[in-house]
């Protein structure tokens, strides 16, 4: 890079260096995104893979007086509702899943909340869909007696969606400070 007598990039160069990091952090997210999805997506599959190794349906263990590791296959959706309509849900998850995408590919660019959100949400959904698809239903395995039971992948899905909304209200105040500049 050349420099004037004083030593100084021109603005050119400074606007060209700045729209590279920015380049560089945007890759970085949806880097981050990916891999994240990919770890709660393989941690969510291994553990489905123990369970239905070790327990058979209806069986589980008792780890304190209100958790349980219990075998379940949900052939529903959240909590058990539309049971038997794997292909729907099933078809249904595909479309939402598509459709988050698209909302999301502009916040995860600016957000890194965003992107972590997303990055659990796509792993956990993936995860559940692999289940439909392939088990007839999503092995749930957590049960809290007084809550349906329920997965790491669910946890994912809510963790995600959460990790979103904070990344949807950073993206307002920074939308209201550049307004208000």
Known sequence: ?????????????????????????????????????????????????TIRAVYAEGEGTDLTGWLRIDRT???GIAFGLFPGRQGVVATVTVLALCGIAVALAGLVRRNPWAAAGAGFLVG????????????????????????PAFNLADIA???????????????????AEDTAT
């Open 124 to 147: 956990g959904s993936l995860g559940n869909l692999l289940d439909r698809v392939f088990h007839s239903g999503v092995t749930d395995y957590i049960d809290l007696s007084r809550w």
């Open 1 to 49: 890079m050349s420099r004037d007598r004083g030593g100084r990039l021109s603005h050119t160069q400074v606007m060209a260096a700045a729209q590279r990091r920015e380049r560089r952090e945007r890759r970085s997210r949806w880097t981050f995104m990916a891999v994240l999805a990919v770890l709660v997506f393989a941690a969510d599959q291994a553990l489905k893979i």
């Open 157 to 175: 899905i809510g963790v995600g969606a959460v990790l979103i909304v904070m990344g949807l209200l950073e993206a307002s105040e920074e939308d």
């Open 73 to 75: 296959t949900n052939e």
